[in-house]
């Protein structure tokens, strides 16, 4: 069995496994203590895939070098796969030297290198896992920083993070989540509420976002906050946004057969969906079951959801828009606002998120920001939806900004099919 790396000349994964096991066994006390640092460089592949992979290697030696001046003294450093390190500190060190010592692999990483002329820098994410207390055996330990790791990327990158029970306890959670998302649909544990959406100033209803919601035999109701990131994640949105897809246009069908055929049903539709090959055939499947119009039907969609293949997602949106289905861009503000995506996409309404209708009542700036915001939309013809008005005050600063269209508390929480129905046949009476 190899025990060196032969890129770094680092001790590879056996040798940290039984080195470690050994430190953890050793007859004097204070010698059964340290800590275990698992550095991950943050999107090596894309070093790699840009400039090749003897460029990535020069990145991997310079990062194991860094890594091993940052650790201090008493330490064993191995690389454990491709951008994986471990660096195991000996001795006992307080909250604060721990943080000390991950802030610092994080700074001399991140500072800028250069191999044969090309100047880059990287970020990495760690995850921290001390011994004895958390766990009793070596594998224990490297697989409790992993995972500590992996929660430090999933919060943004280049950041450090313990290891805790309450983190095992989550990734467990999430696991059985994901299992009984997988029976969701068969069970008939879903369902859709629709929340609607106001025209102003007239007061009618212009349209409902259909919302789902998840009552879990074993969990209860489950926020969509939470499982729907889950779902993404374990690629069963698929199917459940086909599920969502066809109940929305069901209903749209419904409301069409009584007279509301201009009541817009909104569907929330996530970046995994638009990726899928069949996104525009499973559109128009749906509307066509239902036996409604593609313009009754509105997709939502988010801007970080297209940030990874842009074009594509361009060109399927296009194709969707040609084809008549209305095309919402959600939560606006958030995330990667850029007017030059607003520009690229296809999309004919913004929906300004609720941090910053929040915002109307005790932030000037923020406020006078959303008007500028729907004044710009107003400029270019696109439709202004604020999303969460729940006050009186809200809804007259909109008004007086220009906005057309809210949706929130202040006039209703998302309704049962039935209870939608009835709002707008209160709402839309004699139209
Ligand atoms: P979203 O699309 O931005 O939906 C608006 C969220 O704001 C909904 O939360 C709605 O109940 C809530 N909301 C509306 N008005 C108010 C208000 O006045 N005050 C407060 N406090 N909240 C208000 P919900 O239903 O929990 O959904 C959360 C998110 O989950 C949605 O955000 C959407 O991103 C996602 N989601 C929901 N259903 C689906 C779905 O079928 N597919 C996908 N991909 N995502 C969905
Ligand atoms: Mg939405
Ligand atoms: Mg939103």
């Not at 040798?15 to 470690?20: G, M, P, R, S, Y």
């Not at 050793?26 to 059964?32: C, F, I, K, T, W």
């Not at 994986?84 to 006992?92: I, L, N, R, W, Y």
């Not at 090959?277 to 409604?292: E, P, Q």
Request: net charge neutral; with cysteine.
């Amino acid at each position: 069995m190899a025990y060196y790396d032969s890129l770094t000349g680092l001790p590879n994964k056996n040798n940290l496994n039984e080195w470690l096991a050994l430190q953890m066994k050793e007859p004097e006390a204070a010698s059964r203590v340290g800590t275990a640092f698992f550095v991950d460089l943050d999107q090596l592949k894309l070093v790699n895939d840009a400039y090749g992979h003897n460029f990535g290697d020069k990145v991997i030696v310079t990062a194991s070098t860094r890594i091993a001046l940052s650790a201090g003294e008493n330490f064993f450093i191995a690389r454990v796969g491709g951008d994986e390190f471990v660096a195991v500190v000996q001795g006992k060190l307080t909250n604060e030297q721990v943080k000390g010592i991950a802030k610092k692999i994080i700074r001399n990483l991140g500072k800028r290198q250069e191999h044969v002329g090309i100047s880059i820098h990287i970020t990495a994410s760690i995850g921290i896992a001390k011994y004895p207390e958390d766990g009793s055996t070596a594998e224990e330990i490297l697989k409790n920083a992993e995972n500590a790791m992996y929660k430090a990327k999933k919060q943004g990158r280049n950041g450090y993070k313990f290891y805790s029970k309450e983190l095992q306890y989550e990734a467990y959670t999430d696991l059985r989540l994901i299992e009984g998302l997988r029976y969701a649909i068969e069970r008939k544990e879903l369902s859709l509420v629709y929340q609607p959406q106001i025209l102003l100033p007239q007061k009618t209803v212009k349209g409902v976002e259909a919302l789902l919601r998840w009552n879990s035999r074993e969990y209860g109701n489950v926020s969509p906050a939470r499982f729907i990131p889950l779902a993404e994640q374990a690629g069963v949105i698929n199917s459940i946004g086909k599920w969502v897809l066809h109940e929305a246009c069901s209903f749209a069908g419904r409301l069409a057969e009584n007279g509301y055929a201009d009541v817009r049903v909104a569907v929330n539709i996530s970046a995994r969906q638009v990726a899928s090959d069949d996104f525009v055939r499973t559109l128009c499947n749906a509307v066509k079951t239902a036996g409604i119009l593609p313009k009754q039907l509105e997709i939502e969609i988010t801007e970080s959801l297209l940030m990874a293949s842009l074009d594509e997602a361009i060109c399927k949106l296009n194709k969707s828009k040609a084809l008549g289905f209305g095309l919402a861009l959600d939560d606006f503000g958030t995330g990667y606002s850029s007017l030059t995506y607003l520009r690229k996409l296809p999309v004919e309404t913004i929906k300004i998120d609720k941090s910053f209708i929040d915002m109307i009542e005790n932030d000037i700036p923020g406020a006078k920001m959303i008007g500028a915001i729907i004044n710009m939309a107003n400029a270019i013809n696109m439709t202004v939806v604020a999303e969460g008005v729940e006050t009186e005050r809200q809804l007259a600063y909109l008004v007086k900004e220009g906005c057309s269209c809210v949706q929130g508390y202040f006039f209703s929480k998302p309704l049962k099919e039935k209870a939608a129905y009835k709002f707008i046949q209160t709402y839309n009476k004699g139209l």
